[in-house]
């Protein structure tokens, strides 16, 4: 029997989890890079720790990093020199729950929201996330201070928990989602590079949607949630995002009522 795989403890996610060069073409090569060996590069090349003490940080042994950081480093040299795309997904990991003994570094209280949103066990089980803002849907993605997260069993909510996203932004916010094991997003507007993110998470997007934040997760288990398939948002000044339809700011938005969650516009 093969040893099983130690998971390395990563702090944070990546604030962005795709890049794409900006001579690049839709059809170029992508190049997949790790959550953990993302972590690497951010911890020898950024922050400038040896490779035991990134192993430390880490809980893995020095080895174990060298080998990671070599694969890492050569992946982002493919991407350079090839002008591949490069996503970040994946990996064997664990965020770090934010110890004593890690120095209560401010990505771990970030992550310690997570701790009290273990998904519960069930194949039938499904995680709804709601951009929320007073009851409300908050109308841009990136901005939220909050998010409503739903669970649902044999078609019913059983329990929703309002959680604070303590100042993370955009493809940040996806891999938190992804962290909690959110499978679905409600939201208003949304920007291109957070879609790509919450793509990549594997969660499915219900944009373009406004008002009460209860009423649309109900519409959408009734299916009949009207929403924009094609939502997306160009403006991101805040003071233009706390409420409202999503129209009024530069994001576009539209209606499509899907008695069908797997119909092509999903």
């Known amino acids: 029997m093969s040893r099983p795989r130690k998971c390395r403890r990563v702090c944070r996610f990546p604030q962005t989890m795709a890049f794409i060069p900006a001579d690049g073409e839709e059809t170029a090569r992508e190049v997949v890079l790790t959550v953990d060996e993302y972590e690497t590069i951010r911890l ?20 174990t990093v060298q080998q990671i950081y070599t694969e890492a480093r050569r992946k982002l040299a493919r991407m350079l020199v090839e002008g591949c795309r490069l996503r970040i997904a994946g990996g064997d990991y664990e965020l770090c729950r934010g110890g004593e003994s890690h120095g209560g570094c401010e990505g771990c209280q970030r992550q310690r929201l997570c701790m009290d949103f273990s998904k519960p066990e069930g194949e039938d089980m499904m995680r709804i996330a709601v ?7 908050f109308q841009h993605f990136g901005h939220t201070e909050q998010f409503k997260v739903y669970d649902i069993a044999d078609g019913k909510i059983v329990s929703a ?43 499915r997007l219900y944009g373009g949607v406004s008002g009460d934040a209860d009423a649309a ?12 398939p094609d939502v997306k948002c160009n403006h991101h000044g ?10 009024e700011h530069g994001c576009h938005s539209g209606e499509h009522k899907c008695h069908d969650h797997d119909c092509k516009h999903n």
């Not at 951009?131 to 849907?137: D, R, S, V």
């Open 44 to 63: 020898i090349d950024l922050e400038g720790f040896s490779q035991e003490q990134c192993g430390a940080y880490m809980k893995i042994a020095r080895t």
């Open 131 to 137: 951009t929320y803002a007073n009851g409300q849907i």
């Open 161 to 203: 928990k309002v959680m604070d996203t303590n100042g993370q932004g955009h493809g940040a916010l996806a891999g938190i989602l992804g962290v909690l094991g959110v499978d679905t997003l409600i939201c208003g507007g949304i920007g291109g590079g957070a879609r790509a993110a919450l793509d990549a998470a594997g969660i």
């Open 217 to 228: 997760v109900q519409a959408l288990l009734e299916g009949t949630l009207a929403y924009n």
């Open 238 to 247: 805040e003071h233009h995002h706390h409420g409202g339809n999503c129209g």
